[in-house]
């Protein structure tokens, strides 16, 4: 067990609250593992008729993963640790995904990464005026893992495609409009909507009654856009659509696609692709652990957590440097089958 999440019992709801706050509360193994064995615990008791995930204090939901030892197995073991990791994480995504009773996550704060991986596959996906989410792994060399496959690309109008390349931040009242988050509630009336669950109130009444009006979603303004611009699965095609507009958002946009790793945004729009002809969730999981064993100790990776996380030179060396560089059959390889013995199987 770990006290880097406090997890409990409160009347007819169970909790899972993420307690790394100085490390906005990333996930590590022993959370991972954590959550894990609670859940498997909980799932047959009739007396919990709901869990919640939340964190216990400080800012933000959860950050993401734990990079560091990500990029450490990468250098140091030739992704055998990491590939656990990554394996182990999966495991929890599904269980999450395929769980009988109402999960909720309240996603009041940093919601990235890892953070995504536990809170989409939720029933009830809370966002509040503090909700930043992203998916920004493509800015250090990863993809969006952890089911974002899944999740990105059954957003409308090709909203998932822009945030798995671009890595930008939603907050909540973009989260409730592009169907990332289910419901929308002020910080402030967090406590009560906790309070009522564990008196065994039904999740959706609770949240129904406390819910509050969003504000206007920005993204909605420039939904237009980006359906025109990244429709095709073609990072080259994306890039050039772009290129092709002056307006300061094209040119904003496509200066930031500059900044990241041609192979994972080529990965990311593969994936995506290939998310929407999995017959279900756990057959997406099995093709992103497949492309995490295989990113995890490609070039980019190390190199990007370098320039961003460690040296913060924002300065990337990736390889190869272009999109053109970045061969159809150096994508096929990452996307291909593992040996029998190695595939990702759900729990």
């Not at 906005?24 to 008791?45: G, K, N, V, Y």
Request: negative net charge; contains cysteine; glycine residues 8%.
């Amino acid at each position: 067990m770990t006290d880097d999440v406090l997890i409990r019992r409160e009347g007819a709801a169970a909790f899972l609250s993420l307690n790394r706050p100085k490390a906005i509360h990333a996930l590590t193994q022993a959370m991972d593992h954590a959550m894990t064995a609670a859940l498997l615990e909980w799932r047959d008791d009739p007396t919990i008729k709901a869990v919640i995930i939340d964190h216990a204090e400080g800012r933000g939901f959860c950050a993401g993963g734990d990079i560091a030892f990500l990029r450490d197995s990468a250098l140091n073991d030739g992704g055998v640790s990491g590939r656990r990791f990554f394996y182990e994480e999966y495991q929890l995504n599904h269980l999450l995904m395929t769980y009988p009773k109402p999960v909720l996550a309240f996603m009041d704060g940093i919601t990235m990464g890892g953070g995504v991986g536990i809170s989409q596959p939720a029933r009830f996906r809370i966002a509040t005026e503090n909700t930043r989410f992203a998916m920004p792994e493509t800015g250090i060399g990863l993809f969006p893992d952890v089911g974002g496959g899944w999740h990105l690309s059954r957003l409308p109008g090709r909203i998932g495609q822009f945030l798995a390349l671009t890595g930008a931040r939603l907050d909540g009242a973009e989260c409730k409009w592009a169907g990332l988050a289910t419901h929308y509630l002020l910080h402030d009336a967090l406590a009560e909507a906790k309070v009522r669950l564990t008196h065994g109130h039904d999740p959706a009444q609770v949240l129904a009654a406390l819910a509050a009006t969003p504000p206007e979603a920005r993204i909605e303004a420039n939904a237009a856009k980006i359906a025109k611009h990244f429709a095709s699965d073609r990072f080259e095609d994306i890039l050039a659509s772009l290129a092709d507009d002056d307006s300061e958002w094209a040119a904003k946009e496509l200066a930031t696609l500059r900044t990241k790793s041609p192979q994972t945004c080529k990965v990311a729009l593969r994936q995506l692709h290939d998310s929407l002809l999995c017959a279900d969730f756990a057959a997406n999981m099995t093709m992103e652990y497949r492309i995490g064993s295989r990113v995890l100790t490609l070039p980019d990776f190390a190199e990007g957590v370098r320039a961003v996380i460690i040296d913060k030179d924002n300065a990337p060396a990736w390889n190869p440097a272009t999109p053109e560089g970045v061969s159809d059959a150096l994508i096929d390889s990452i996307f291909a089958p593992l040996p029998a013995d190695e595939e990702w199987k759900p729990l």
